[in-house]
């Protein structure tokens, strides 16, 4: 098993930033991804951003140029700082960790989820 804990969120004017951080424990070494979704409230959840083993990242079209997603393999974390942080932008953010249990099997783990709350 994968835990995940999550910290980071509150709450930000329009136009501020936040910096959010997860941290992995267990076995660490089946994570072949990280990276990091959310959730608004009466919508499903959406990926955010994510960073594979290799380094390769993706991020949702509504937050490029704007976030950044960023691991740490010798520490197990990734981070996501997000910037010019929207209204849209508001939700619980969750992170994941995606491990590798068979040859052919994948499991995503999940953290409990950090607010982000972006009001004036």
């Known amino acids: 098993q994968v835990q995940l804990v999550e910290s980071g969120g509150g709450l930000v004017q329009p136009g501020g930033s936040l910096r959010l951080s997860c941290a992995a424990s267990g076995r660490t070494r089946s994570i072949i991804g990280m990276g990091w979704y959310r959730q608004a409230p009466g919508r499903e959840r959406e990926m955010v951003a994510s960073v594979s083993s290799g380094s390769g990242t993706t991020y949702a079209d509504s937050v490029k140029g704007r976030f950044t997603i960023s691991r740490d393999g010798a520490k197990n974390t990734v981070s996501l700082q997000m910037n010019s942080l929207k209204p849209d932008d508001t939700a619980v953010y969750y992170c994941?960790?995606?491990?590798?249990?068979?040859?052919?099997?994948?499991?995503?783990?999940w953290g409990q989820g950090t607010q982000v709350t972006v009001s004036s």
């Open positions: 994941n960790a995606r491990a590798q249990v068979s040859i052919e099997a994948v499991y995503d783990h």
